[in-house]
């Protein structure tokens, strides 16, 4: 719907926008699940006396985002615009719109979404890994993170990701393409995971660093310190070099979204917008079943066998981001999504992407 209510110059934009709609969805929900549970006990004075909230003391969050549904279900009803044009009797019908292997078959449709998958892969597998390598210890190969500390940093990804996405995407994108982005994004990416053993390294020297006066530990053995306990400057390299990885490294959640305007691009028509989209979420939702988690076990045999140091996963992860540096170079010419006719008007350009 958002496609076929844009257009290729407006499309960057509405979909940066829905991009962001869901990470504050993300930023919001655990608030509201958490703000609002148990409320009887949270905020006895305006609903300490209810029987029903005490009994059924999830209900209140449970009530508010029934409510977001419900909301969403009526700007639907009676503001969304449709996009079919109305049938009139006698009209001639309609040529029936393509089949599945159609789509499949033709130019560029079958690449662009195995590069879809590929990046739902990546950031799948990420996602999965990183709250468990923050919360691991130092000496395991992670950060030893407290669940405070992980919630900053996940509010600091979430924060960098609406920007890099409100504001970098849409003139980035008009002024290199959807996959001038993604290729920027997919350089990126190895460089973002490689940075995890590095910055796991400056904690591990830190801790050697205190570790006999702290500690009165035996030389050579690594004892796991809390991360907020700064022994040297290998400490304070972390904490400048960490929190500033994480908001950079962020960028690379441009190429969801890339990814998403690639395959409007290489649709081979306004009507198989819905087939290759359904294509999409259903090569999306199987990874999403198989692959966080995959990677977190993956992550936790590395971690207790220290293949590596502990850097196993990374490695492979580097190794798999690095795929999209090369799968990028086939990236069918009709998906690059470069704007042009840019002195056109709205109606114009509609007409020439139909």
Known sequence: MITENSTPKTQARAFSLFAFAGNLGI???????????KPADQIPGLFGRSTFLKQYPYALPTFVTGAFGVTAALVAFFFIKETLPPRKVGDAPSAPPMTTMELLKAPGVAMVLFIYGYVSLLGLAYTAIVPVF??????LGGFGFSPLLISVFLAISGMSQAIWLLFAFPPLQHRWGTAGVMRVCSVLWP????????????????ARAG??????APPGDVV?????????????AFWVITPTVQALGSSVSMAFTGSQLALNEISPSPASFGTLNALALTLSSGIRAVAPGAAASFYAFGARTQILNGYLVWTVMVLL???????MR????HGEGKVVGRGESDEEQRDEHS
């Open 211 to 216: 570790q006999s006066a702290l500690l009165q």
């Open 330 to 333: 086939w990236m069918p010419a």
């Open 224 to 236: 796991d310190v809390p991360a907020l306990h700064i022994n040297s400057g290998w400490g304070v």
């Open 321 to 327: 981001a690095a795929g999209l540096v090369v799968l």
């Open 134 to 139: 923050w919360f691991t210890p130092p000496s």
């Open 191 to 206: 460089v973002l995971y490689c940075f995890a053993p590095i910055t796991n390294t400056l904690l591990r020297l830190d």
């Open 27 to 37: 930023f919001i929900g655990p608030l509201v699940g958490g703000g609002l549970s």
